[in-house]
């Protein structure tokens, strides 16, 4: 059987963008299409393993790990290890339903132009086909994205713009109306964020109080930051905590394209607050 080199790119490029997609939607993942398209040129040119000779099952199933470790490191990135492995241990599962099914139709039923080998799909088309497919595939992701974009909006997830320490980060923030945190002295609110999301912008001499070391400030009482850090009491479903925070030089919501200046504190947590949708939670602010 005759096997077009751009036909198999093409196809396994389509192939491997949506499974990317897929795992995208069900691991709730904000990813930028630029990452899906370069992973996706990746994973089609690791089609050509079709030409190889037939590879051992184990070997095979070697191959197609790493290569999906590979797919889902361009794709995601790395944020922390339990999500860098429930992204690949989905990513691999969607992949060996897709192996299954294809390697099923292939030896039951052998549809013509078809050919499977090594993990790797091929189907003879048509350019017709092709150029139709390619536009059912865009509109697919068009509906996709929308869908994504009304879940998003609909659990009010915020941009949000911190200043400190002469440095600024813009973080993805949960809106919960429960959140009446303040800081019991001013009566400011106060948001809940992850270190991993915030500690670029912290001082170096902060980064053992935002630790966990809550004894720094009567450690350090000559820092200059000290009058922009508190402790914050907690209540939580696991019990009572307290957590560092800090007063921002500068703070703005940003949402519908329009900026909301607040003066909050902001707590900061070592404990993962999502699976990486937003990374902070946020009360009032106006």
Not at 17 to 36: G, I, P, Q, T
Not at 100 to 116: A, D, E, N, V
Not at 128 to 140: E, K
Not at 267 to 286: C, H, L, M, N, P
């Amino acid at each position: 059987m005759a096997i077009y080199l751009d036909i198999l790119l093409i196809l396994n490029l389509f192939i491997d963008y949506f499974l990317l997609l897929s795992s995208a939607v069900l691991m709730k993942r904000d990813v930028k299409k630029r990452r899906l398209i370069f992973a996706s040129i990746f994973g089609s040119f690791s089609s050509l393993l079709i030409f190889l000779p037939s590879l051992h099952p184990i070997l095979m199933f070697l191959v197609k790990f790493l290569i999906g470790v590979f797919l889902v490191l361009i794709a995601f990135g790395y944020k922390t290890r339990a999500i860098f492995f429930k992204t690949i241990l989905l990513f691999l599962s969607e992949n060996l339903i897709f192996i299954g099914i294809m390697f099923f139709l292939w030896m039951f039923f052998s549809p013509p132009g078809m050919f499977w080998k090594n993990g790797v799909t091929y189907v003879s088309i048509s350019p017709i086909i092709l150029i139709l497919g390619t536009l059912v595939a865009y509109f697919l992701t068009c509906f996709i994205n929308f869908a994504i974009s009304r879940r998003i909006e609909n659990k009010k997830i915020y941009s949000v713009k911190i200043e400190f320490n002469e440095k600024n980060t813009t973080i993805k923030a949960l809106y919960d109306s429960g959140n009446c945190l303040k800081e019991p002295f001013s009566g400011k609110s106060v948001f809940i964020c992850e270190y991993s999301a915030i500690f670029k912008i912290l001082p170096e001499s902060l980064i053992k109080f935002f630790c966990g070391s809550v004894n720094y400030i009567s450690e350090s009482k000559n820092c200059e930051y000290n009058k922009f850090i508190r402790l914050i009491p907690c209540d939580t479903v696991a019990g009572c905590t307290i957590l560092p925070a800090f007063l921002p030089q500068n703070m703005v919501v940003l949402h519908n394209n329009v900026e909301y200046p607040c003066e909050c504190y902001v707590a900061v947590t070592t404990k993962k607050i999502s699976d990486g949708e937003y990374s902070a939670i946020i009360g009032d602010f106006r």
